[in-house]
């Protein structure tokens, strides 16, 4: 990881491991839709409507913060993406999963329904959905997106992949998330637990969030 000199205008495009697993695929499922934008290096705190100087300097702090090259891990890096929001709009909205935390036994079930809070006006399930990221897909038997039948819905649902080897991640599309742990023992080896992360990103808020999960075995 390195800085951009922020003097000149830099694209710095890269994959990122995401990317890279499924252009390794070469079947087709690396295909690039969409765009986002995000501000994950500046701290908005900074700007001083007091500067000494006048108004052409309120920014000056956030104008000479180092920008970050880009990296590929996905789950680090643009974290904070910018959305448009009704003008006036005192709070940011949040992902409510209705969990901190996911502990699941092997076999068991479980369907997760995210809101979200404080968006347009309320508090409310977005029309576009959900897309939630699994780190380690090996973890479920099923993970699965439901509620979304979109074409670009679809096609990021048929991707879903299933490894005994590597750890690979998963992601789906939905209203709701259906999860089913794992019922292969190999997996856990000497261990009694075997954990993940979710990741949940509101296709029309932007908003984000990101919580353990764990696997536990059952004897």
């Not at 108004?55 to 104008?63: C, K, R």
């Not at 029309?127 to 819905?153: C, H, P, Q």
């Not at 190999?186 to 353990?212: E, K, W």
Request: zero cysteines; a negative charge.
């Amino acid at each position: 990881m390195g800085y951009l000199n922020n003097s000149v205008v830099t694209v710095d495009a890269i994959l990122t491991k995401k990317g890279r697993e499924l252009l390794a695929k070469n079947d087709g499922s690396f295909q690039i839709t969409q765009f986002a934008l995000a501000d994950d290096e500046i701290d908005y705190t900074l700007y001083n409507p007091n500067h000494p100087s006048g108004s052409s300097f309120y920014g000056q702090a956030l104008e000479n913060l180092p920008l970050l090259e880009a990296f590929p891990d996905e789950t680090q890096i643009m974290k904070y993406k910018l959305t448009t929001l009704p003008r006036g709009t005192a709070r940011m909205p949040i992902l409510d999963l209705g969990f901190t935390s996911i502990v699941i036994k092997q076999g068991a079930s479980l369907a997760i329904t995210p809101q979200t809070l404080n968006y347009l006006g309320g508090n409310q399930n977005e029309a576009g959905g959900y897309t939630a990221t699994i780190s380690d897909v090996r973890l479920f038997n099923t993970f699965e997106g439901v509620g979304i039948d979109t074409a670009n819905a679809t096609t990021l649902n048929n991707q879903s992949t299933t490894t005994l080897g590597t750890n690979v991640s998963s992601t789906v599309v939905g209203t709701t998330i259906n999860l089913r742990a794992t019922t292969t023992n190999t997996l856990f080896g000497t261990n009694t637990s075997l954990q993940a992360t979710l990741t949940v990103v509101g296709r029309d808020s932007g908003a984000r969030i990101q919580i353990p999960v764990t696997v536990n075995k059952v004897s």
